[in-house]
C-alpha cells in the first residue's frame, strides 16, 4: 500500500522550521481563527491560495472548486461564504480565477466530461451572455476573457447573496474583490472590479465588462 510517506516527513520539516523561526506560532493559531480574507478559487492545484499571497496559515479563509464558481444553488459556497461572513466577520472576500482554467476551456469547448459537464453549465451561462464580444475575439483573446467574464459574474453572485447584502445594510465593512492569477509569471491582477455596498454593484460591473 501506497502511504505517501515522504509527505509526513516533509510536514515534519515544515513545521519545525516555523516553529524554530517563529516560537509559540501553532499554539496561538489553535486558539483562535481570525482572517480577514475570504479567498474564493479555482482547486486547480497550480493556484494554491496562501503561497500565492505570501500569507501564513490563519490569515486566509479558502473556498475552492472547479473554475471558481458561485452558484446561488451551492450550499457548500453559501455556507463557506456565510460563515466567513456572519462568524468570522472578515473585510474582504476576494474572488480569484486564473488564466488557462481547465474548467473555463472545457466550457468553451463541445468536448463531453462527463458529471463536471453539469458544473460546467454555469461558466457556459456565461459564455452564452458574453458570446457577442466573445465571437468578436480571436482563440487565444477569447479564452482568457472568458476567464476573466468568470471571475466578475461570479463577484456579482456574491454581492447577490443575502449575506453579503444584509452585512453592507448594517454598515460593515466589507469589500468583494474581481481578481485573476497568471500562471505563467506568478502575479496577480486587480480586474478593476471592487465592490464596497450594494448601489456600487451595477455600475461597476458594467465598467468591468466594458473595458
Given at each position: 500500500m501506497r502511504?505517501?510517506?515522504?509527505?509526513?516527513?516533509?510536514?515534519?520539516?515544515?513545521?519545525?522550521?516555523?516553529?524554530?523561526?517563529?516560537?509559540?506560532?501553532?499554539?496561538?493559531?489553535?486558539?483562535?481563527?481570525?482572517?480577514?480574507?475570504?479567498?474564493?478559487?479555482?482547486?486547480?492545484?497550480?493556484?494554491?491560495?496562501?503561497?500565492?499571497?505570501?500569507?501564513?496559515?490563519?490569515?486566509?479563509?479558502?473556498?475552492?472548486?472547479?473554475?471558481?464558481?458561485?452558484?446561488?444553488?451551492?450550499?457548500?459556497?453559501?455556507?463557506?461564504?456565510?460563515?466567513?461572513?456572519?462568524?468570522?466577520?472578515?473585510?474582504?472576500?476576494?474572488?480569484?480565477?486564473?488564466?488557462?482554467?481547465g474548467g473555463?476551456?472545457?466550457?468553451?469547448?463541445?468536448?463531453?466530461?462527463?458529471?463536471?459537464?453539469?458544473?460546467?453549465?454555469?461558466?457556459?451561462?456565461?459564455?452564452?451572455?458574453?458570446?457577442?464580444?466573445?465571437d468578436a475575439?480571436?482563440?487565444?483573446?477569447?479564452?482568457?476573457?472568458?476567464?476573466?467574464?468568470?471571475?466578475?459574474?461570479?463577484?456579482?453572485?456574491?454581492?447577490?447573496?443575502?449575506?453579503?447584502?444584509?452585512?453592507?445594510?448594517?454598515?460593515?465593512?466589507?469589500?468583494?474583490?474581481?481578481?485573476?492569477?497568471?500562471?505563467?509569471?506568478?502575479?496577480?491582477?486587480?480586474?478593476?472590479?471592487?465592490?464596497?455596498?450594494?448601489?456600487?454593484?451595477?455600475?461597476?460591473?458594467?465598467?468591468?465588462?466594458?473595458?
Amino acid at each position: 500500500m501506497r502511504t505517501l510517506a515522504h509527505l509526513f516527513e516533509t510536514n515534519r520539516r515544515w513545521a519545525e522550521s516555523v516553529e524554530r523561526d517563529r516560537p509559540g506560532f501553532f499554539a496561538a493559531l489553535a486558539e483562535q481563527q481570525a482572517p480577514r480574507i475570504l479567498w474564493i478559487g479555482c482547486a486547480d492545484s497550480r493556484v494554491p491560495a496562501n503561497q500565492i499571497t505570501g500569507l501564513d496559515p490563519g490569515e486566509v479563509f479558502v473556498h475552492r472548486n472547479v473554475a471558481n464558481v458561485v452558484p446561488h444553488a451551492d450550499l457548500n459556497a453559501l455556507s463557506v461564504l456565510q460563515y466567513a461572513v456572519e462568524v468570522l466577520k472578515v473585510e474582504h472576500v476576494v474572488v480569484c480565477g486564473h488564466y488557462g482554467c481547465g474548467g473555463v476551456q472545457a466550457a468553451l469547448s463541445e468536448q463531453r466530461l462527463g458529471l463536471i459537464d453539469n458544473w460546467l453549465l454555469h461558466v457556459k451561462d456565461i459564455r452564452w451572455k458574453h458570446r457577442t464580444a466573445l465571437d468578436a475575439l480571436d482563440d487565444t483573446a477569447r479564452f482568457r476573457r472568458l476567464c476573466e467574464l468568470n471571475v466578475i459574474e461570479q463577484v456579482v453572485n456574491v454581492c447577490q447573496t443575502s449575506f453579503v447584502r444584509e452585512a453592507w445594510q448594517a454598515g460593515r465593512d466589507l469589500s468583494v474583490h474581481g481578481w485573476i492569477y497568471e500562471l505563467s509569471d506568478g502575479l496577480l491582477r486587480d480586474l478593476g472590479l471592487t465592490v464596497t455596498a450594494a448601489d456600487e454593484l451595477e455600475p461597476l460591473y458594467t465598467e468591468a465588462v466594458e473595458r
